[in-house]
């Protein structure tokens, strides 16, 4: 949904989007009870989950950490937490489709022992959602990454922009020809994270590196902070209203 009538500041020409129907799809969230550091319950996921429809998307691929010693899930804790939400949404928000993967940590145990079990993935073209430690790249990175595409599946490295150590953007275009897509958060650019976060999201923006927005949403705070993004922030909102690399809207089944 878009109003004419919200435009201002440096971007007159554009239209402003009311909410974030123009992606429709979300695919990097912690809507899965009790298995990470997103919803403990399964209330507050009932509410996150609304709280998402109210912003206009009507498709939802959560993505629990895996990241052993800290949120040691697998591909059957995952599916038991997704089927134990499903059910509960099909009584409380029927409407809503649902979906899920993971959110992979890329260290040398994933290589050793998370690959070779199969990843829990998304879409037609298998994509899988990665992240690395924010204090730098794994030792093998590269590998890891060919590892995973050779296995079938296309990796999706989450905000990059949040990787502070790394602001070079000929790396994340290096990435991209090697076929690894790349997914902003939308926070980001809200400045959630921080200034330097911010600065470097709006860059990659500008420079189209991007393939996905998510909201990586772990609870009520973030969701306010999405809702204050799309109600407070026309500027930035026409921004991405009007970017043409994202596809997400391709995960609407
Ligand atoms: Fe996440």
New binding site residues.
């Given amino acids: 949904m878009f109003s004419l009538f919200k435009k201002k500041e440096r971007m007159p020409d554009l239209p402003v989007p009311e909410d974030f129907s123009f992606l429709g799809a979300d695919m990097?969230?912690?809507l899965c009870a009790g298995i990470d550091d997103g919803a403990p319950d399964l209330e507050t996921s009932l509410e996150l989950i609304r709280s998402l429809k109210s912003l206009g998307y009507q498709r939802l691929i959560t993505?629990p950490?895996v990241l052993p010693g800290i949120h040691n899930n697998n591909t059957e804790t995952i599916t038991t937490a997704y089927h134990r939400l499903r059910d509960f949404l099909t009584q409380h928000e029927p409407e809503m489709h649902l979906g899920v993967a993971a959110?992979y940590f890329l260290d040398n145990e994933f290589l050793t022992s998370i690959l070779p079990q199969g990843l829990l993935c998304f879409g037609a073209e298998k994509f899988v959602l990665v992240?690395v430690s924010m204090a730098g790249w794994p030792r093998q990175f590269e590998d890891i990454i060919f590892s995973v595409q050779a296995n079938g599946y296309t990796p999706i490295l989450?905000h990059p922009e949040r990787y502070l150590f790394e602001g070079d953007m000929q790396k994340y275009a290096g990435l991209k020809e090697k076929g690894v897509l790349l997914q902003m958060n939308l926070l980001s650019i809200l400045g959630y994270y921080g200034k330097g976060v911010q600065q470097l999201a709006s860059l990659y923006l500008e420079h189209k590196l991007y393939d996905f927005a998510g909201t990586?949403l772990?609870h009520v705070r973030h969701a306010a902070q999405l809702k204050r993004l799309a109600t407070e922030q026309p500027a930035i909102m026409a921004r991405l209203g009007a970017y043409e690399g994202w596809r997400n809207s391709s995960l609407i089944q």
């Fill in positions: 990097h969230s912690h993505t950490h959110e992240e989450a990586d772990h």
